[in-house]
């Protein structure tokens, strides 16, 4: 059994790659009154304590990203998407 790891990617990295047309799905895991203030241009927003009753909405052929402000709930996050049979889930380093 292939046990699947979370990935990591650099801020710059994943700028590059959303500019380039890649097909990411990014998610934003802070509350809702962070996102009110600031988001990625089309991120999805799954506020962290809702993200195991709303995995169903994520794409399973997707690449996804997960981000917060710090970057340590976008790791949570990134675990239970891993624990839930997401292929490629990557924790966006430093948080935005």
Same mark, same amino acid.
């Given at each position: 059994?292939?046990?699947? %790891?979370?990935? $990591?990617? =650099? !801020?710059?990295?994943?700028?590059?790659? *959303?500019?380039?047309? +890649?097909?990411?799905? @990014?998610? +934003?895991?802070? +509350?809702?009154?962070?996102?009110? *203030?600031? #988001? /990625?241009?089309?991120?999805?927003?799954? !506020?962290?304590?809702?993200?195991?009753?709303?995995? =169903?909405? /994520?794409? &399973?052929?997707?690449? /996804?990203?997960?981000?917060?402000?710090?970057?340590?709930?976008? &790791? *949570?996050?990134? =675990?239970? *998407?891993?624990? #839930?049979? &997401?292929? %490629?889930?990557? $924790? @966006?380093?430093?948080?935005?």
């Amino acid at each position: 059994m292939t046990i699947n %790891k979370i990935l $990591h990617i =650099q !801020p710059i990295t994943l700028n590059e790659r *959303l500019e380039k047309g +890649d097909d990411i799905c @990014l998610i +934003d895991v802070r +509350d809702d009154w962070e996102y009110s *203030l600031t #988001s /990625i241009k089309g991120s999805n927003h799954i !506020p962290l304590n809702e993200l195991v009753d709303r995995v =169903q909405e /994520i794409m &399973f052929e997707e690449e /996804i990203v997960l981000y917060c402000h710090h970057g340590e709930r976008a &790791f *949570l996050g990134a =675990q239970i *998407l891993i624990e #839930s049979g &997401f292929k %490629k889930v990557y $924790h @966006l380093t430093g948080g935005n």
